[in-house]
């Protein structure tokens, strides 16, 4: 192919092209692009790796699927599509998360570039470790609506993904969520949990029931509450939400009125929350808005439309319906996962949110809207993926020439970002590495701030999973070869539950973690924090790092179940190819939207257009 | 301008344009949806800017192409088949294009420009044209601005690659977001109680033709300041145009030595007309200006398919009026010339 072909490439080039061996991670908008940049250039060897399947909302730009393939492997169907382009090429296709035991580092030591085209942050920052560990240059791709980012990362010479801390998603307090809600978007983080309560996994730290722990509410909330309430819903605290719903069957009408009834009613009794705040107004399943007037002439897509209270509630009873069903029909113990394209699971949420919405006087949403926020979908566009990876095969091309030309190719274009199609530059390009850095740096080293009385070794175990983003983690104590912590099954998990004080750690000490797979290790010590109700890293810089943000209050004891520390759990996956920064254009709000004057660059100045 | 459509969405529309109709609006969708768009050129670049096209979803899409499929096609167009060798390019290119998206209706047309009457570009709602040579691209230009209907045209030559607009005069609208402070109770600290709202402006572009832009005059005070600060492309833009004039061809990967020793003394003297600084166009380049390089056709292909997309949608400012990509800096930018 072209590089076969003399004379469009320099010759040197051409070989390196030829002799080159490339992974591609994701199949996805941009996954699929530079596929086809990659496979037409010519380039002869490409491995591609995702463990997505093909969805009709991924064919408005993952233009190597059809209609026909929904529901197929994304890697296996884009290896035959770019086939068709290029019968040359030699594609391996693994249907496969690049987590994973099979993609070590020897695995990853075999190609030239690693190019990564994935859609969240756990997946970047393992295959930046890899490629940090085995030494190979990766490519980090991502869009976001109109914008989109390309950077080379090189060990040793450039930033890694790692470097700068990534704003934490957001997370928001458990008392607002279970008791103040004041913005829709709480309302849905609300229905989402109910809907893991009623038939997904189970999670203590989703608990959807008046928070009576509420600091604000302090004090006199339980008893008058309770006084009050007697044991007309069936203690409203004591039992589990799921249990209580199977017990009445799942009945829609007799679930509405404990959730959306009694639990408004216990609310109020709450009466500190209500000094400054509207209350709530509890609602009853048979005088519901909108019960008598029919729907609005409406013009849009339907799920445009915003239902009536009372289309809740029978959306709600309906979806209650369909989702116990689906569960029963499971083998025991096990669960529904909640999905924004599956329908039942997106009615339940929407009519959910909005029930609970108008209960706490807060504006109502469309399905289409509340899908949005629930999924967290960031939008994306073919055009947007296309230039992006035009970009990154460009960038590709540049490091093979930089095997046998050190050009200025390196220093003067590291990164270059797309905002509206309008590609530009930063002034600064090459962006050493941050000698802090707990990944790259020659002795990686992080602080964690915890509670050692309160922490246990499990909860230590997720704070390596999820703030340092190991995938299985040891750990030592540092000078003694103390085994703390072992990936190995089995070996430590009697100590689960004891403290880390238990256990023997105190303030001041350090853990030498490390993750095999990952061929990472970092020095952790550990910082007594008498205040903190779960655990922290703390770097050098100032700056946040990507730690979570508590979520629920403590409710030491008058739940029934104790605060268990560790991260929120409000999060998803984004859907997208996104998650990234975007580093241009010093906008205020690095959203998807484009800037609002188009600037240019040229060589060192920074001009005005238009 | 597009007809506003008023037929809704159908079922199928929303689940398989929900991810950019939660970018850009139902309303854009349905213009789009009413949009007719002719491509001229289907090589690389073409193809390109077909595949996003027709995935955005207007109504029709015609491919005009007078050429025949060449091997050298294969290594950045990706609608012909390897086995079409020979045959028309956009017909060729028919059976993909309509894979990508059926809802879309695709048809090719295998004159030549030279042999189309005005009034036959004046059907579309917006013409892009690529590989066509200065004065084609002029005249088409005009016939589309006599009748007040948008122009694009662009070109890639190895991993260079230009694009400019005439939308003539541009009406869309705009949406900013705004910050609004939203205090629902006293207990909301400052920075939970703002809430963002996005209002939509409506706003308006004058574009100039073509000949405009490549006809300035680098004499004046404002064009010779844009010279001490200024990006090459421009003039590599020029000195390609006049190679395909002159030689009624592009640079020839398999001349590579003979061509880019023309390309030099061309950019020599266009150097020595304008006055430009010496050294201002670096013989780097003119290197790498052979072929189509995939990559720099997604970019162009990406750029110039997203104007479509703003042009047809009225939404969104649309890029006024050329952008170039430089591939020694591997770096892209939008400038302003001719108005």
């Given at each position: ?6 004379g ?5 080039l051409t ?6 061996k490339?992974?591609?991670v994701?199949?996805g908008g941009i996954?699929c ?5 990659l496979?037409l ?11 997505d ?5 991924n064919?408005?730009r993952?233009f190597l699927?059809?209609k026909?393939?929904?529901?197929k ?5 884009a290896?035959?599509?770019a086939?068709?382009?290029?019968p ?8 496969d998360?690049?987590?994973s035991?099979?993609y070590?580092?020897s695995?990853f030591k075999?190609f ?6 994935l859609?969240?942050?756990v997946?970047?920052n393992?295959?930046n ?13 991502g869009?976001?609506?109109?914008a ?7 060990k040793?010479?450039?930033?890694c993904y790692?470097?700068q801390?990534k704003?934490?998603?957001k997370t ?7 008791n103040?809600p004041?913005?829709p978007?709480h309302?849905i ?5 109910l809907?893991n309560?009623?038939?997904g996994e189970?999670?203590p730290?989703?608990?959807?029931s008046p928070?009576?722990a509420?600091p604000e509410?302090a004090?006199?909330?339980?008893a ?5 309430e ?5 203690n409203v605290?004591?039992k589990?939400?799921r249990?209580w ?5 799942y009945?829609p009408?007799k ?5 959306f009834g009694?639990?408004?009613r216990?609310?109020?009794?709450m ?5 400054k705040?509207r ?6 399943w048979d005088?519901?808005p909108g019960k008598?007037?029919?729907p609005a002439?409406h013009?849009g ?6 239902w009536?209270v ?10 209650c319906?369909a989702?116990q069903k689906?569960l029963?029909s499971?083998?025991?113990?096990d ?6 394209d599956?329908?039942?699971?997106m009615?339940?949420?929407t009519a959910c ?5 108008h209960?706490?006087n807060i504006?109502?949403?469309?399905r ?9 979908i960031i939008?994306?566009i073919a ?5 992006v990876?035009?970009l990154?095969v460009?960038r590709a091309?540049?490091?093979?020439r930089e095997?046998?030309r050190?050009?200025?190719v390196f220093?003067?274009?590291l ?9 530009s530059r930063r ?5 050493p590495p941050?000698p802090?850095?707990?990944v790259c ?5 992080v ?8 922490l246990t070794l ?6 390596f999973?999820e703030?340092?983003n190991m995938?299985?983690?040891?750990a030592?104590?540092?000078g ?8 190995e099954?089995g070996?430590?998990?009697h100590n689960?539950?004891?403290t880390?004080e238990?256990i023997g750690?105190n303030?001041g000490?350090?853990l030498?973690v490390d ?8 020095r952790?010590?550990?910082?007594q924090?008498?205040e903190?109700?779960s ?14 943000k508590e979520?629920?209050k403590p ?6 179940s104790d605060?268990?520390p560790?991260?929120?759990t409000?999060?998803t996956r984004e859907?997208s190819?996104?998650d990234?920064e975007i ?15 188009r ?8 001009v005005n257009l238009? | 301008?597009v007809e506003?459509?008023d ?7 929303a689940e398989?344009?929900?991810r ?5 609006g139902?309303?854009?969708q349905k213009r789009?949806r009413a949009s007719?768009?002719?491509?001229i050129?289907?090589a690389?670049?073409?193809a ?10 207007v109504k029709?899409?015609?491919l005009?192409?007078?050429e ?5 096609d294969?290594y950045?167009?990706?609608?012909a088949?390897?086995?079409k060798?020979g045959?028309?390019r956009?017909?060729a ?5 309509r894979?990508?998206?059926p809802?879309v209706?695709?048809t090719?047309e295998t004159?030549?420009?030279d ?8 059907e579309?709602?917006i013409?892009?044209a690529?590989?066509?040579k200065?004065?084609?691209?002029e ?7 006599d009748s007040n209907k948008?122009?694009?045209c ?7 690659g230009?694009m400019?607009?005439d939308?003539?005069d541009h ?5 900013i977001?705004q910050?609004?402070?939203v205090?629902r109770s006293s207990?909301?600290t400052e920075?939970n109680a703002?809430e963002?709202?996005?209002i ?6 004058i574009?100039?033709p073509l000949?405009n832009?490549?006809?300035v ?6 064009y ?5 600060r200024?990006?090459p ?11 395909k ?5 592009n640079p020839d990967?398999?001349?590579r030595?003979e061509?880019?020793k023309i390309l030099?003394?061309m950019?020599d003297?266009?150097?020595k007309e304008l ?12 290197l ?6 995939s990559g720099?056709a997604?970019?162009i292909?990406?750029v110039?398919g997203?104007e479509?997309?703003k042009?047809?949608?009225q939404?969104e400012p649309?890029h006024?009026?050329?952008?170039f990509f430089?591939p020694?800096?591997?770096v892209?930018?939008?400038e302003?010339?001719?108005q």
């Open positions: 192919m072209v590089a076969r072909v003399a469009v490439f320099e010759e040197k070989e390196a092209i030829a002799n080159s490339i992974l591609v994701g199949a996954g692009e530079i596929l086809k940049n496979v250039t010519g380039f002869p060897n490409i491995e591609i790796i995702d463990l399947t093909i969805d009709v909302s064919l408005n993952q699927f059809h026909e393939h929904v529901g492997s994304k890697a296996q169907v290896k035959d599509s086939l068709s382009f290029n040359n090429v030699n594609i391996v296709a693994h249907h998360s690049v987590i035991n099979d070590g580092v695995y075999q030239q570039i690693v190019m990564n085209a859609d969240n942050r997946a970047r393992h295959v470790r890899m490629c940090l560990a085995a030494n190979v240059p990766l490519i980090e791709t869009t976001a609506g109109y989109g980012q390309v950077e080379l990362i090189k040793g010479l450039t930033q790692e470097c801390p704003a934490p998603q928001f307090p458990g008392c607002t969520i279970r103040t004041s913005e978007i309302c983080v609300w229905a989402k949990h809907f309560q009623l038939f189970e999670d730290d989703q608990d959807v928070d009576t509420d509410a004090g006199e909330a339980g008058s509450a309770l006084s009050s007697g044991n007309t819903a069936g605290e004591r589990s939400t249990a719903a199977a017990e009445t069957n009945e009408e679930l509405f009125s404990k959730l009694d639990d408004i216990y609310l109020l009794s009466e500190n929350l209500w000094k705040r209350p709530p107004t509890p609602l009853v005088n519901l008598d007037n029919p002439q013009s897509l339907p799920d445009q439309r915003v009536s009372h289309e809740c509630a029978q959306v709600f009873a309906a979806s319906d989702l689906d029963k499971r083998p025991d113990g669960h529904l996962v909640w999905d924004k599956e329908k039942s699971a009615d339940f949420v949110a909005n029930i609970r919405a209960i706490f504006p109502l949403k469309s289409f809207e509340i899908k949005s926020m629930a999924g967290n939008p994306a055009t947007a993926n296309a230039i990876a035009g990154a460009l091309q540049a490091v093979l095997t046998y050190p050009a200025p220093t003067c274009a990164r270059s970002t797309i905002a509206d199609s309008c590609l002034r600064v390009t090459l962006t941050n802090k850095c707990y740096a020659p002795k990686p080293e602080g964690l701030a915890c509670n050692l009385k309160q499990k909860d230590l175990t997720s704070a999973k703030g340092l995938q299985a983690p040891d030592t104590v540092e003694k070869g103390l085994v703390v912590l072992s990936s099954p070996e430590t998990d689960n539950d004891k880390l238990e750690l303030d000490c350090a030498l993750d095999f797979l990952q061929n990472y290790e970092v952790v010590r550990l910082q924090e008498d903190e109700k655990w922290r890293l703390v770097t050098d810089t100032d700056a946040p790092m990507p730690a979570p979520e629920e409710a030491n004891g008058s739940n029934g605060p268990k560790g991260p929120s409000s999060r859907d190819d996104s990234m580093i241009e254009e010093d906008d205020d709000e690095p959203a998807v939207k484009p800037p609002k004057r600037r240019t660059e040229m060589s060192d100045e920074i238009c | 301008m506003n459509n037929i809704e969405l159908s079922e199928a529309e398989q344009y929900d950019q109709i939660r970018l850009w139902l309303e854009s789009l007719k768009v002719l491509i050129g289907i690389g670049l073409g390109e800017i077909a595949k996003n096209v027709i995935l955005s979803g029709s899409v015609c005009l192409d007078n025949k499929l060449k091997e050298i294969l950045s167009q990706f609608l088949p390897p086995d060798i045959e028309n956009a017909e290119s028919l059976t993909r294009a894979a990508l998206n809802m209706e695709i090719a004159k030549s420009v042999d189309l009457p005005d009034s036959y570009f004046t579309y709602d013409v892009c690529t590989g066509l200065q004065e084609q691209l005249r088409i230009n005009n016939a589309c601005r948008k122009f694009l662009g070109d890639v030559w190895g991993m260079y230009y400019f607009a939308l003539v009406e869309y609208s705009e949406e977001v910050h609004k402070a205090k207990d909301e920075k703002r963002t709202v996005s939509t402006v409506k706003r308006r572009a574009y100039v000949q832009a490549l006809s005059d680098w004499m004046k005070p404002e010779r300041s844009r010279l001490r200024g990006d492309s421009y003039f590599v833009m020029k000195i390609l145009l006049r190679f004039d002159e030689y009624n061809r990967p398999a001349k030595k061509d880019t030099l003394r950019r003297e266009l150097v006055s430009l600084p010496a050294g201002f166009i670096v013989d780097e380049l003119l790498d200006v052979f072929g189509t390089v720099a997604a970019v292909g990406g110039i997203q479509v997309v042009a047809v949608s939404r649309p006024n009026n050329m952008f430089n020694v800096k591997c892209g930018f939008v302003l010339y001719g």
